[in-house]
């Protein structure tokens, strides 16, 4: 077991039944959508999302069409305002997305964190949970030096504790050392892909923030676009509801309060380029001439979902979730 330091329900009926849409089959009506508002927010979780899921959490990086990308969207501020919301620390989820972050909103530690537009904040259970935190790395840290692989990563307002390069054949050892801490009033524990979160026990995540966000830049849900690929981003994907544009990203079937689907990170960040293409030409056109619609394809400057990526059926690859 290695120690990290760094510097990723309701009763609500989900889309279990279908599979979601792929965003290329809505282009008509994504345009019409997002070119009606004078401002919009698009947000976005980091791994698993805008990075691709990876063994080691030092390792995540943008996928390689991201940077050019999300700079373009980011000049178009303030028409477009950027945020993102990772299960990472502010500090190193800022150090991951290049200069996009300059006019960034970033929200850290599942939304325990704020920075940008004049949001820096920090939910005051980051503070009164830390000697909890710290309690809890003791004990715990003895129990798992003989786990190879195994990795707790202290994020300051939580912990991580990653399991994904150990044996599975030593999981069921794992699951009981978790399951017998008796773990103190002010801690929850989470389960993720990979992962072991224990974090303030508080009604606080990721989509509590993001409607502070859109508080302070006084815009309303429709005017938001938000992706996301894990159980974390669903908490925003509740609060959002059917209002705003909200895209899962992984496979299709994947029980998801999302509306639309991308396959992977690489096919995240065509949409992100489909919707840059908006703002630059409202009225773009396809290479037939005509305004591309589900039925007459993706335009031409963008690859075809089918090649670009996998099929909805296939799973991720499986790697660090934050």
Same mark, same amino acid.
């Given at each position: 077991?290695?120690?990290?330091?760094?510097?990723?329900?309701?009763?609500?009926?989900?889309?279990?039944?279908?599979?979601?849409?792929?965003?290329?089959?809505?282009?008509?009506?994504?345009?019409?959508?997002?070119?009606?508002?004078?401002?919009?927010?698009?947000?976005?979780?980091?791994?698993?999302?805008?990075?691709?899921?990876?063994?080691?959490?030092?390792?995540?990086?943008?996928?390689?069409?991201?940077?050019?990308?999300?700079?373009?969207?980011?000049?178009?501020?303030?028409?477009?305002?950027?945020?993102?919301?990772?299960?990472?620390?502010?500090?190193?989820?800022? /150090?991951?997305?290049?200069?996009?972050?300059?006019?960034?909103?970033?929200?850290?530690?599942?939304?325990?964190?704020?920075?940008?537009?004049?949001?820096?904040?920090?939910?005051?259970?980051?503070?009164?949970?830390?000697?909890?935190?710290?309690?809890?790395?003791?004990?715990?840290?003895? +129990?798992?030096?003989?786990?190879? +692989?195994?990795?707790?990563?202290?994020? +300051?307002?939580?912990?991580?504790?990653?399991?994904?390069?150990?044996?599975?054949?030593?999981?069921?050892?794992?699951?009981?050392?978790?399951?017998?801490?008796?773990?103190?009033?002010?801690?929850?524990?989470?389960?993720?892909?990979?992962?072991?979160?224990?974090?303030?026990?508080?009604?606080?995540?990721? +989509?509590?923030?993001?409607?502070?966000?859109?508080?302070?830049?006084?815009?309303?849900?429709?005017?938001?676009?938000?992706?996301?690929?894990?159980?974390?981003?669903?908490?925003?994907?509740?609060?959002?509801?059917?209002?705003?544009?909200?895209?899962?990203?992984? /496979?299709?079937?994947?029980?998801?309060?999302?509306?639309?689907?991308?396959?992977?990170?690489?096919? &995240?960040?065509?949409?992100?380029?489909?919707?840059?293409?908006?703002?630059?030409?409202?009225?773009?056109?396809?290479?037939?001439?005509?305004?591309?619609?589900?039925?007459?394809?993706?335009?031409?400057?963008?690859?075809?979902? /089918?090649?670009? &990526?996998?099929?909805?059926?296939?799973?991720?690859?499986?790697?660090?979730?934050?």
């Amino acid at each position: 077991m290695s120690m990290m330091t760094s510097n990723k329900h309701n009763a609500v009926t989900l889309h279990e039944s279908t599979v979601r849409p792929h965003w290329a089959e809505r282009l008509s009506a994504l345009r019409a959508r997002i070119t009606r508002h004078s401002r919009i927010l698009i947000a976005s979780d980091f791994d698993g999302t805008l990075s691709p899921l990876v063994e080691h959490p030092g390792d995540a990086v943008l996928t390689p069409e991201a940077p050019a990308v999300l700079a373009r969207l980011a000049a178009m501020h303030p028409r477009v305002r950027l945020a993102f919301l990772s299960g990472r620390s502010l500090a190193d989820l800022a /150090s991951r997305l290049g200069p996009a972050v300059d006019h960034a909103i970033l929200v850290g530690n599942h939304g325990l964190e704020l920075r940008g537009a004049h949001l820096d904040w920090i939910h005051r259970s980051a503070f009164t949970v830390r000697p909890h935190l710290e309690g809890l790395i003791e004990r715990l840290a003895p +129990g798992l030096e003989d786990f190879a +692989g195994v990795e707790l990563e202290d994020k +300051g307002a939580s912990l991580t504790l990653h399991y994904r390069r150990m044996d599975t054949l030593d999981f069921p050892k794992l699951r009981a050392i978790i399951n017998a801490l008796a773990l103190p009033d002010q801690v929850r524990m989470h389960e993720g892909k990979k992962v072991f979160e224990f974090r303030p026990q508080v009604e606080w995540n990721k +989509g509590f923030a993001l409607r502070r966000i859109l508080r302070r830049i006084n815009l309303s849900d429709d005017a938001v676009v938000f992706l996301g690929d894990d159980a974390t981003d669903e908490d925003v994907f509740r609060k959002l509801g059917t209002t705003a544009i909200t895209v899962h990203v992984g /496979s299709a079937t994947v029980p998801s309060h999302a509306r639309l689907n991308a396959h992977d990170p690489a096919d &995240a960040v065509l949409f992100l380029d489909a919707l840059a293409s908006f703002f630059d030409n409202p009225t773009f056109m396809d290479s037939r001439g005509t305004t591309p619609t589900a039925s007459s394809g993706s335009p031409p400057c963008w690859k075809s979902p /089918s090649k670009a &990526a996998p099929t909805a059926n296939t799973t991720s690859n499986p790697g660090y979730q934050g």
